[in-house]
């Protein structure tokens, strides 16, 4: 009997669980276009990191307003034009910086618009003139970026 207690503590029936929010089913339906692949959470979203992205996550970033200049960090033009000849999938680090990359254009959509992309170009004081794009090259970096996102769209920045 206590066995089915504790259990009935951390199992707790759907109907009683609060609606989850709107805006991560949004974001995910937004990334899910620009990666070229359903995902409905973050583990999903992982998963396919780990199992390597498809070469046209790289066409949909471009057709976002990226350049092929821009996404090179990324994966270099002619490591990108020999896995398309071969048929390969990107790498997992570079699956993962184009992960990156998608997640926050998705962000600064949802937060400025049609002025997203001109944004993450734009160099910033806050980064010593780096723009957000440039600091998406690392992890801490696109941290940074999603942190004043947040902030901007909380109305702490201007």
Known sequence: MEAAMSQALFKPDADSLPEQPRAPTLRFARLSRIIGQRVRSDLEVARYVANGANTGLI?????????????????????????????????????????????LLVLAQQVLGEEATGWLRQPLRRFDDASPLEMAQ????ARLVENLLVQIDEGYVA
């Open 59 to 103: 066409d949909h970033l471009a057709g976002e307003g990226l350049t092929r200049k821009e996404l090179e960090f990324v994966i270099p033009a002619r490591t990108l034009s020999h896995r398309i000849k071969k048929h390969e999938k990107l790498s997992r680090d570079e699956s993962e910086r184009g992960v990156r990359v998608a997640s």
């Open 138 to 141: 690392t992890e801490q970096g």
